[in-house]
């Protein structure tokens, strides 16, 4: 065996064996799994539709859960659920649909029985000779004309409400349109802001206040102590469900110009500080 041994090393040398290395990243796994990604496809506009079909049956179907009452049935209900917290509060709730180049819905109102104080409001218009000495006579706290923009750009002048005469809307609006826009303050025709009866329009929303959507289109607003009648909470209930409704274009205003089309009122809520979401049918 041994002179075996010594013959192969004579003739063959000292042979080293020569080992094979295939890296991992190239075995039929790792193969397999690379095509298997490369395949992804992305999906269709049909199955992104039928997706997001899928999901607002989904939304559909959690809504559908909600309890859908009466408004006189709701009240009994949360005053209920709070039969031990006589300051709770009624808490509204307005989901409008907010589609492209819609504007934020937002009115005025003055509750039958007030739920909370009011916030002092500061008005502040835009005119010049009778009409400014009218506005002044009628309660407005800053009146001028275009020497007020560069205050109010620099936040040295603030006010809740802005109005303006038809005579000085297009020498404001350049400056003043994107600023005082996106606040949701800038005088508007459509809002009855610029009038020329700037007397009458402060009379009218003397002792009122302001409601306001935020940017999704949704409203809310206290209408309501536990300890109010069930009178009390429908009165302040229908009235300011009136304001959105003239607001959104839903109910006629002859003060304001009509819409080109009114504002969708998706649903109305009405829940407690500790109560239940309670849907309401009859708004």
Known sequence: MSSLLLFNRRCCGNIRPTLLHRPFTQSFVAQARDQKQSKIRTPSKKALAAKQKRRAAKAALKQGKLEQLPLLDAISTLRAVEVASPKAMYELYVKTEMGSGVAVPKGRFKLPKEAKARAEEKILVFAEGRQAEEAKKAGAHVVGGIELIDGILNNRIRATTYLSTTSLIRAITPRLGRFLGQQGLMPSERRGTVTDDIAGYIERIQGTSEWKADKTGNIHMPIGSMHFS???????????????????????????????????????LLSSTRGPGIRIIDY
């Not at 205003?253 to 109305?268: A, F, L, M, Y």
């Open 230 to 268: 069930v009178d009390d909470v429908v009165r302040n209930f229908r009235h300011f469900m009136t304001s959105v409704k003239k607001s959104t274009g839903n109910i006629k205003d002859n003060r304001q110009k009509e819409t080109k089309k009114p504002v969708v009122i998706n649903k109305v």
